[in-house]
């Protein structure tokens, strides 16, 4: 199957989910203007955090992402960083660089909670536009 074909048969993302996703990278400006890269993640996430309340957004932190097999719920450790509006998940960073075990932890954590968008942000860049990743299922 093209690839193009696989896209036709993928629902597009809501409007809204896509209006959270657009506030959330607006928030993430806002934050990396105040603090600038170099910090610990935990700070942006509490700043991010901070930022998407503000904009009266639903905001919940370090969210238990357990993992379903054999009809049992199974702790694997997994915990999304932010989620916002109960539709998109973001997963911070503060590394030197994104590499692809990033993006695969995302799609994970997309894949396995059933949220259709999610954003890597990382803040250790000296443009934060460089350092976010959207993916969608």
């Known amino acids: 199957m ?5 896209e036709a048969h993928v629902k597009p993302i809501s409007a809204e989910t896509d209006r959270v996703a657009k506030q959330v990278v607006d928030a993430a400006f806002s934050v990396h203007s105040g603090l600038g890269p170099g910090l610990l993640e ?5 700043c991010l955090a901070h930022e998407l309340t503000k904009r009266a957004l639903k905001v ?3 969210v238990v992402l357990p993992v ?3 009809s049992l719920h199974l702790d694997a450790g997994l915990r999304l960083d932010v989620v916002v509006a ?3 998940v973001v997963e ?3 590394v030197a660089s994104l590499l692809p075990v990033h993006k695969a932890q995302l799609l994970t954590y997309l894949k396995l909670s059933g949220y259709r968008l999610g954003l890597i942000i990382n803040f250790n860049v000296p443009v934060i536009k460089n350092g976010i990743v959207r993916m969608a299922l």
């Open 2 to 6: 093209k690839q193009q074909d696989i």
């Open 68 to 70: 379903i097999y054999d």
């Open 92 to 94: 911070l960073k503060a």
């Open 42 to 46: 935990s700070i942006y996430e509490t």
């Open 86 to 88: 109960d539709c998109v």
């Open 60 to 62: 919940e932190r370090q």
